[in-house]
């Protein structure tokens, strides 16, 4: 069962659009909601995180947005760039840190110049 | 370098044989993780140390494989007895709080 469900599967934008991804849980005893990039063989980067304290949270042109009653968290990418081009996945765990996260399935971002 | 090292970056072995990955984390981080990475999906959690100590295993995680982590620095995972099913990118990460992944290991099996 996936704890964690992510869309869209794929998504192209063109630069300087705000491309949007979706993560939805079920488990309400998740406290930490990582965002990780990811490029052809390199291991994942952690992008930004979020606990479920807060609504929205922004670092350079990255934001997440928190809805708690929802179950639900959302990446933006602000004047999206073709260097973003990656694939982009949400996590989720019960503590900070990298024990135990779930993943969702990806989203692979196309950034078209 | 000093970010989460991992070796061999590709291993190809026959079905049956063992294999072994090392990883080698962030000086000062004391906690340990690995992870799978099959193509298409997201990262699958394995097993976690803080410090020497194992404390998490996932199901996932097959009597065919183990992971130490010796003095609580670097940490190696080893599969025994490899199938086809093996065939991964194998991840490892290491924290104080926020997690930082190394490249992983690609293994092949055939």
């Known amino acids: 069962q996936q704890q964690v469900k992510q869309s869209p599967q794929s998504l192209i934008v063109q630069k300087g659009g705000i491309p949007i991804i979706n993560c939805a849980y079920e488990?309400?005893?998740?406290?930490?909601f990582p965002w990780y990039q990811q490029f052809p063989g390199k291991g994942p980067a952690l992008l930004i995180a979020?606990?479920?304290?807060?609504s929205e949270k922004k670092e350079g042109r990255f934001t997440i947005s928190f809805n708690k009653s929802a179950k639900q968290f959302s990446l933006h990418i602000m004047d999206s760039q073709p260097g973003d081009s990656a694939t982009y996945f949400c996590?989720?765990?019960?503590?900070?840190?990298?024990?135990?996260?779930?993943f969702g399935t990806g989203t692979r971002l196309t950034v078209i110049p | 370098d000093t970010g989460v090292s991992q070796n061999p970056r590709h291993k190809i072995t026959k079905r049956g044989q063992n294999v072994t990955f090392r990883c080698d984390p962030i000086?000062?981080?004391?906690?340990l993780y690995w992870y799978r990475q099959t193509l298409g999906q997201g990262p699958e959690f394995l097993t976690y140390?803080?410090?020497?100590?194992?404390?998490?295993k996932s199901r996932l995680l097959s009597d065919r494989f183990s992971a130490e982590r010796p003095k609580g620095s670097f940490s190696t995972l080893e599969i025994q007895r490899t199938e086809q099913g093996d065939s991964a990118m194998y991840l490892c990460?290491?924290?104080?709080?926020?997690?930082?992944f190394g490249q992983g290991t690609r293994l092949t099996v055939v």
């Open positions: 488990n309400t005893a998740f406290d930490y």
């Open positions: 996590a989720a765990s019960k503590v900070a840190g990298a024990n135990n996260l779930f």
């Open positions: 979020i606990r479920p304290d807060v």
């Open positions: 990460a290491s924290s104080i709080t926020e997690a930082f």
């Open positions: 140390f803080q410090n020497e100590a194992q404390l998490e």
């Open positions: 000086s000062e981080h004391n906690r």
